[in-house]
């Protein structure tokens, strides 16, 4: 029994070594606009029947062809998908075939176990069956690998952070080696009130990928939209939309089968957080809203008395895939609700703040940290302070101010205060 223990020693190499070069993208739809990047992960989610697997499948026929717009247009791509949920015989290859791939090159990929005299097939599961994934890629040439759902191909828990790194970091790790885009396929919480908490599952699945797409249905047009909601390697984070249109295509039997096939309308305005919205009922106040203000918002209205640190507010922007510039506009471009940027009274540094008449009842105009260090909450926001006769006549019972009359952040709003 060999009882040594691993050695380990530290590796430092200067960054005057390291080679720099461009990001590349598997698919951009309009120049400066990539959307899936080459070398790296891509999360696809949204309620069943959105359209995610039949989109994923119309951009796989484009690179078949070697019509996909990106950095590999005019090669004809192979691509693998994983695991679909829908049959490959009467579903995936008549999509195929409505899409116009080039069927030779889309493969569907199983492992094959054989024990004595009895030979069984399974979908692959990670992090078990990485080196069938990348022998697989050396025999096709695959560009593109779909893994359809993902949460049902990993060991363990996809609610576990944990989990769900040991399953899919390594088919990240051989993406990026082999320079591959990894497309992962995953659905939305049932009630999911924002696309960026929307997605099922740990956050891991959201941090171990650096584009997230999600997908949503505009029930008025009957128009498929989605959202680059997370997007680390461009500047783009547009929403795209298209129409699932019925195609009849002959199959082998010589019966007819009804699918569905894409028709890519390009750029919208509209997002799938708007979607989801006026889904919940809340579409009015958030016809302004793009993804990252709806990001904003949904952080701040954490907060009880609807007010954060600004620095807490960019932190957790950018763990979510925003840069600050982005999440600044969003603040300054929302307009119901309308988000202030104010000094704190008690020495918070900036805070966002929603300002709005419509306040949850009970909540005052002090906040979260000013109860934390001992002040009481006492005037409700937008309401005047009226001092008593033992009142200190140089200040009012919130404010350190010479306005004893007013007592309010609307104060400052007024004076040109805010910044």
């Not at 691993?6 to 070069?21: D, E, M, N, Q």
């Not at 363990?156 to 990026?176: F, T």
Request: net charge negative; glycine share 8%.
């Amino acid at each position: 029994m060999n009882d040594k223990l691993p050695t380990k020693r530290v590796l430092l190499t200067p960054a005057s070594l390291i080679k720099t070069r461009r990001q590349k993208w598997f698919w951009e739809p309009f120049t400066g606009h990539g959307v899936i990047p080459l070398g790296t992960a891509t999360i696809v989610a949204g309620k069943g029947g959105e359209g995610k697997t039949t989109f994923m499948l119309h951009l796989a026929a484009l690179a078949s062809r070697g019509q996909l717009p990106g950095d590999l247009h005019g090669q004809k791509m192979a691509t693998i998908v994983i695991g679909p949920e829908d049959d490959w015989d009467t579903v995936m290859v008549p999509r195929l075939k409505a899409a116009g791939a080039d069927l030779d090159r889309i493969y569907q990929i199983e492992v094959e176990s054989t024990l004595d005299e009895f030979t069984s097939r399974r979908s692959l599961k990670f992090p078990l069956d990485v080196d069938m994934i990348e022998q697989a890629i050396g025999e096709t040439g695959a560009k593109v690998l779909v893994v359809d759902p993902a949460p049902s191909l990993m060991h363990g828990d996809m609610n576990k952070v944990q989990d769900v790194r040991q399953s899919y970091e390594p088919l990240i790790a051989l993406a990026q080696r082999l320079e591959i885009a990894l497309i992962l396929i995953n659905h939305f919480n049932k009630g999911g009130g924002s696309v960026s908490g929307g997605l099922s599952g740990s956050h891991a699945w959201r941090d171990l990928t650096r584009s997230y797409l999600a997908f949503a249905t505009d029930e008025e047009s009957g128009e498929r939209v989605f959202s680059q909601d997370k997007n680390n390697y461009g500047e783009s984070k547009g929403s795209y939309k298209f129409t699932l249109e019925s195609v009849d295509v002959t199959t082998d039997d010589g019966e007819t089968a009804s699918v569905a096939r894409v028709n890519f309308l390009g750029e919208t305005d509209q997002t799938v957080g708007d979607l989801i919205s006026r889904a919940n009922g809340d579409d009015e106040d958030l016809d302004d809203r793009n993804v990252a203000q709806s990001f904003v918002i949904d952080f701040i209205k954490q907060n009880e008395v609807w007010e954060a640190k600004a620095g807490d507010v960019l932190k957790a922007g950018r763990a979510a895939g925003f840069n600050d510039n982005e999440l600044k506009n969003a603040r300054k471009r929302s307009k119901s609700p309308r988000i202030a940027s104010v000094k704190s009274d008690f020495g918070a540094g900036w805070v966002w703040r929603i300002e709005t008449h419509d306040e949850p009842e009970g909540v005052t105009k002090v906040s979260k940290v000013s109860r934390s260090q001992g002040m009481t909450p006492s005037t409700p926001w937008g309401q005047k302070v009226t001092p008593s006769p033992n009142d200190n006549p140089a200040t009012c019972p919130l404010h350190s101010t010479e306005d004893i009359t007013e007592c309010y952040t609307c104060t400052e709003i007024r004076e040109g205060k805010t910044a």
